[in-house]
């Protein structure tokens, strides 16, 4: 039977992702099932991009075993992969005497986590590492292991290696049920139905909807939205650690912090929302300013070049909800912050859950765990020379801002798994992530998937299907 | 090496080349991006070029292809397709001298060098401002776009955004794209502007906006932005004297496409890497009077240094520029410009631009009116002045407050027979089959046209299809309609 698979996983976001790469080190038939044309489209596109140090989560739970181990895992995954990653440390700052009390219970509930070489440091030291640092800082909690990363790179590098080493992704296919038959589980899409005896849930926001297909309801979905601003590169060095103020019951606070890209990017707020409810408000954007200047007082929001939003897969749950919630049936459901950082060993653990309920798994002899791409503009100045003079493609510079050139967008078109859309070439080499946010570089990749790929003027996408860029040709339909 | 290397082969590198190679320079090479000159003036294929330099309406590459041509004459040597990637300074062997200045550069055909030159002219232009400098709240669909890159989409590669246009900001490029959006079959629902008073030239309100019937919402803003995916509405609110959004005044507009049409910022990333000053709040190169940058030997011209209203001012300071690095390169300038750094403190030299001047929002005519004209008055359009008329409908159309003659003749026509250049594009069939991959070819017509025939005439237009690049100024369709105007073309 052509679509009876050992193992099905539901969602390519971060932890579809892991959990399909942990997957394909064994000899399965695998496969993972998008709804979107692309991987990395839910939250894991729109996050702090930080690899947390493990510090925040209550001891004992998932979340803080998780995290710990994932964060440990991240530095070789991206180094193997590569995937632009950088261990530049975070501190948890406080401002009044309490906070400072806080700051020591954090430094021990990281301690007990298993957390490496936290330290609390007076504000004098704080500020010493961080000279942007407000004058009001009392005191901070210093964590060497936190790390910053580009997270759509870290699931599109993970997914493309379970590709390479031969799981299956299916794009635009949309789950709308799933039936038991016999010891099968019958999977219903809007293309197919596939079967399996083990299934991953990994939907994100939507992970509790899947449950409810599978299993009767246990859990409540309660999304939480986020709003960030991303600051041109010029504030890229306003600091360099990431900043956290002291967590309160909305989550860890609004955060400062570089990007592996060199920008700065601020947030996020905390909200409720019905849905998957991405749009930017006004009153959130001011509160994460606001909130924002508090530790750091220079920050200039004029050089801001983008907002985004995202909504946490939070639940009624306080924990990461990763059980068999009926035979052969793993969700991975709840998974907010940090589940950026703990996805790999979340995709680890869900093997282990399987193994569990009965899944056979045999090492790969021929595991691919290497992945490599140009950057040109990481280059040398001799790399550049000979890499332009073996294939000129790459003398031509598409995106300015970023130095992007038009070998790399068509080396990307040629990858596993090749974008659809101009977000889908951004998330993939870069291009549109600078100051003019693609007004320059948008129509020369349109003409690329028009000239390169084939594709209709009404065929070429911003992001996701239905955002088409283009009604049609002038001169038409008028 | 070179005597000078200019970066940028718009309207500004042009001209100060041109103006380096007369006073004397003859090692001149325009560094260009793009596959040819021109620049942003290859998209702005509406008229009202020229007016100041050339004393006659031109449209965007009509006046772009005078410098190509004057380019190619003077010999001056040309990169295309190659773009600058790093800029620096070395000091001369001994300290004695002129710094020896190097232009790492890339291009397919190009490929990676490291260029030297006396001298540099930094002719770069500018960027549009984006949603994310101004924060505008809402979802992030297809659909929102900046109005110069919906520019190029529609003039240049025929790609038309969408057909329910809204437009924030009033900038000029927003003014000339509702006008382009409209004669495309597009309807442009509202022009939005935060301020109590336009942006743009007020030329361009009267030709584009009032001539389609488009309404222009002062001091109002979008306040959110609908649709998932692609966009499907945005609310626009009234804000308050401290632009705060009034609740309770939102309008509701079903659209597919928002414009943003909210400024321009001096593009002056490379400038930094060479340790020249800009000025933080605008952006702009910080300049001497000469066009002369902070570090020596280095020059900027255009909308590198400030945004310009008007291409002949570009063409002006650039030439200012050219002469400049000329001068700079053919006698001991040096030391004329330690002098100059000297008086640095005491006047001689100026920031350009005010500080906080970020984007201009010049009020359209002196009392600052926001265009509501009384009975029997108008706006001459014939030049950017924008000349407030009336006009005296019952004694022969007799007319005041014009600054110059055309203003007599512009005030009586358009209360008897108002007429406009039309300009537009023509389908270039490209070879193959994808429809894709067919361009565009400016046009406009030779004579003004009346208005009530505009749309008339872009019925034809739309149907011509070429199958060969045409030279410059072909007549495609002699006596067009029988209005006494050819439609030719605008780009060789």
Known sequence: MDNKYDVLVIGCGVIGAATAFELSKYDLKAAVIERGNDVSLGTTKANSAIIHAGYDPESGTLMAKLNVRGSEMAADICEKLDVPYRRNGAMVVAFTDDEVQTLKGLYTRGTVNGVKGLRVLTGEEAKEREPGLSSEVKGALYAPTSAIVSPWEYCLAMAETAVINGTELMLNTEVTAIEREGDLWKVITNKDEYFAPYVVNAAGVDAISVHNMAAPQKYVSKPRRGEYFLLDKAEGSRTDHTIFQCPNEDGKGVLVTPTVHGNLLVGPNSENVEWDDTANTTAGLNFVREKAKKSIPGIMFNKSIRNFAGVRATTDCKDFIIEEAAPGFIDCAGICSPGLSAAPAIGEYAVELLEMSGLKTVQKENFVYERKRIRFNELSDEEKAELVKEDPSYGRVICRCETVTEGEILECFRRPIPPVSIDGVKRRVGTGMGRCQGGFCGPRISELFVEDKGYKVTEVLQDRAGSEMFVGKTKEGR | ?492
């Open chain 2, 1 to 492: 090496m070179y005597d000078v290397i200019v970066i940028g082969g718009g309207p500004a590198g042009m001209a100060a080349a041109c103006a380096a190679h007369d006073s004397g320079l003859r090692n001149i090479l325009i560094v260009e991006r793009d596959v040819e000159l021109g620049g942003i003036l290859n998209q702005c294929i509406h008229n009202g070029f020229g007016l100041g330099y050339f004393k006659e309406q031109l449209t965007g590459p009509e006046y772009a292809h005078r410098f190509i041509e004057r380019v190619e004459r003077k010999g001056i040597q040309i990169m295309l397709d190659t773009m600058v990637l790093d800029l620096s300074s070395e000091e001369a062997e001994g300290g004695k001298g002129p710094s020896k200045k190097i232009v790492t550069v890339v291009g397919k055909e190009t490929g990676f060098r490291k260029l030297e030159a006396k001298s540099v002219i930094l002719a770069m232009g500018c960027r549009e401002r984006t949603r994310g400098a101004i924060n505008t709240p809402g979802m992030r669909p297809a659909g929102v776009l900046t109005a110069g890159a919906a520019q190029r989409y529609v003039n240049v590669d025929g790609y038309m955004p969408g057909k329910r246009v809204v437009i924030l900001g009033s900038g000029d490029i927003g003014l000339i794209m509702a006008r382009r959006m409209t004669l495309e079959g597009a309807k442009v629902l509202a022009c939005v502007e935060v301020m109590p008073f336009c942006g743009g030239l007020a030329r361009n309100v009267v030709q584009c906006l009032d001539d389609f019937g488009i309404p222009l919402y002062l001091s109002h803003t979008v306040t959110d932005i609908k649709g998932k995916d692609r966009i499907q509405q945005v609310v626009v609110s009234k804000v308050d004297d401290k632009m705060r959004p009034i609740p309770g005044t939102e309008m509701y507009f079903d659209c597919d496409t928002l414009l943003l049409s909210v400024g321009l910022i001096p593009e002056n990333e490379l400038s930094l890497k060479a340790g020249i000053k800009v000025d933080p709040k605008s952006n702009g190169t910080v300049v001497h009077e000469n066009m002369e940058t902070t570090v020596e030997g280095f020059f900027a011209c255009g909308n590198v240094a400030h945004v310009h209203d008007l291409v002949d001012n570009v063409t002006r300071e650039a030439e200012k520029a050219g002469k400049a690095a000329a001068e700079y390169v053919l006698s001991n300038y040096y030391t004329l410009w330690l002098q100059n750094q000297i008086c640095d403190g005491c006047g001689t030299s100026t920031y350009f631009r005010k500080k906080g001047d970020i984007v201009k929002f010049l009020p359209p005519s002196p009392d600052g009116a926001a265009f509501k004209m009384g009975k029997n008055e108008v706006i001459c359009t014939v030049c950017p002045n924008g000349c407030h008329l009336k006009v005296d409908v019952e004694h022969d159309y007799k007319v005041t407050g014009n600054g110059c003659p055309k203003g007599k003749a512009y005030g009586k026509a358009e209360f008897t027979n108002p007429t406009r250049v039309v300009t537009s594009t023509v389908k270039l069939k490209a070879a193959g089959e994808n429809e894709a991959l067919d361009t565009r070819i400016p046009v406009k017509t030779s004579n003004p046209i009346p208005k009530t025939k505009i749309m008339d005439l872009m019925k034809l237009v739309d149907e011509i299809e070429l199958t060969e690049r045409p030279e410059i100024g072909t007549v495609l369709i002699r006596d067009v309609l029988g209005l006494d105007s050819n439609l030719i073309v605008t780009k060789g």
